[in-house]
């Protein structure tokens, strides 16, 4: 997908990148449970050898220690410190995590991980993989004593695909294109057999119904009509193709395949099904329905100011039935696998109250805050990250961040999936925020 610019809107981005488009990891960073930087309260270190000093120095002090190279070796399928791993696309991966809220001021405001959010290499001086934007604040860092892997890829569809772009997008398969470039189902076999993997979470699906290509198509949409003669994209020709029920069965059989592809990389492995259990999750609703704007659709403010240009018509559309329909066939194919070890986590209502432009929340300047860390921050603004549609040369901001649960939205999702985590008897629910302020760090959040 190309990047696009729309008239009447300064909204931007430093990237040249399309329009919510992103990749994650191709390697997986993998963290200890409780040492990463600028996280609260959980936080990870790698499993390297470099780390085992540190690791030696935690144990003394009473810390959950870091595995070293020697114990990792003899890790494997039920052997080890156990972990949790993550595979699939964006609402997953940790994009946006780096900024917690939305302001229309300095970025520095909001930036609550900073430069090196994304950053995943040894050093942390850079990605592993150009635009792999994995976030420190990804739920896959649930702590307790229990190791995190991120292997999801923002962008990421159920295949492996290259874009046009030129980023690499490892999808859920074994695919092999050298380079180190392989498909996230051959990531997970590989850190399995080392590593304790005793959950996995998915979220895979929306970039099969081109998510990405239905945002920008409602925004543009919005932008150059009149509020006076609306151009909707609910009925485009376009958007509509995306379901159709030959097109939803489609999504539905690949997401089937690729969730089977787990299971084999795990087998693969050496575990027994009946060893580690796969949470499935739906996703959330990122923006509210026409009447819970805070914004008047007329003119431009709900764009230029919110960042969420969406008409009114288009927003009801895409929580009455885009989003149901992707979660049902998320749902439909977690059923078709067969998996008994296979849990659903649902997210579809657990950002609502805090969705991007709803009327209970706002940006830090319209709520009075000096900065993400102010009091009632969490509650008091958004949790998923601005659309963005132009790029600059001098923003903070990667247009593909755009529409993804930001930091407090990321810290929400690790709270809903260590509650499904569960101290190891791991169960599916529904998860939803249950209260205001922080519990460890974390927005307070409820699993039923």
């Not at 997986?28 to 050898?49: K, N, W």
């Not at 005793?198 to 895979?204: E, F, G, L, Y």
């Not at 018509?313 to 067969?338: E, Q």
């Not at 990667?398 to 190891?424: D, F, K, T």
Request: proline fraction near 4%.
């Amino acid at each position: 997908m190309t990047q696009f610019t729309v008239p009447r809107n300064d909204r931007g981005a430093r990237d040249g990148s399309s329009f919510v488009e992103g990749s994650h990891l191709v390697f997986g960073r993998s963290v200890h449970p409780s040492h990463a930087p600028h996280l609260t309260p959980y936080t990870g270190v790698r499993t390297r050898t470099r780390y085992a000093a540190v690791g030696a120095l935690l144990a003394v002090l009473g810390a959950v220690g870091v595995t070293t190279a020697a114990s990792a070796a003899a890790d494997g399928p039920g052997v080890g410190m156990p972990y949790v791993a993550t595979v699939g696309d964006s609402y997953i991966s940790g994009e946006a995590g780096r900024w917690a809220g939305n302001t229309n001021g300095s970025s520095s405001r909001i930036d609550a991980l900073g430069p090196t959010a994304y950053n995943d290499n040894a050093t942390r001086t850079a990605e592993q993989i150009n635009r792999c934007h994995r976030s420190w604040a990804a739920s896959a860092y649930i702590g307790g004593g229990v190791g995190g892997v991120v292997l999801a890829c923002s962008g990421a569809t159920t295949g492996t695909a290259t874009t046009s772009n030129g980023y690499f997008k490892p999808g859920l398969d074994f695919v092999d294109l050298g380079g180190g470039k392989v498909g996230q189902a051959r990531m997970l076999q590989d850190f399995a057999t080392t590593h304790n993997v005793t959950m996995v979470v998915a979220s895979i699906g929306g970039n099969d119904f081109n998510f990405a290509s239905i945002v920008q198509s409602c925004v543009t949409n919005y932008l150059l009509s009149p509020s006076w003669w609306p151009d909707y994209c609910y009925d485009d020709s376009s958007v509509k193709a995306n379901f159709t029920s030959t097109n939803v069965a489609s999504v539905r059989a690949k997401i089937k395949t690729a969730l089977l592809n787990v299971r084999q990389a795990m087998r693969n492995a050496g575990y027994a099904d009946s060893s580690w259990t796969l949470v499935v999750q739906t996703y959330p609703s990122p923006i509210p329905s026409g009447a819970g704007f805070r914004y008047s659709q007329s003119g431009f403010t709900r764009q230029n100011t919110g960042g969420c240009g969406f008409w009114n018509k288009d927003a009801d559309w895409a929580n009455a039935t885009a989003l149901p329909t992707i979660n049902g066939a998320v749902r439909g194919a977690v059923t078709d696998t067969g998996m008994t070890n296979a849990r659903v986590l649902e997210l579809q209502s657990a950002f609502n109250g805090r969705r991007l432009c709803e009327n209970t929340v706002g940006l830090l300047e319209e709520k009075g805050l000096a900065s993400w860390q102010s009091a009632g921050a969490v509650d008091k603004t958004e949790w998923i990250d601005q659309i963005r549609t132009v790029s600059t040369a001098t923003s903070a901001y990667y247009i593909q961040e755009s529409l993804h649960p930001n930091y407090w939205g990321q810290l929400a999702e690790r709270s809903c999936v260590r509650m499904a985590y569960n101290g190891g008897v791991v169960r599916g629910g529904t998860c939803t925020i249950a209260g205001t302020g922080l519990v460890g760090g974390e927005p307070r959040m409820r699993l039923t």
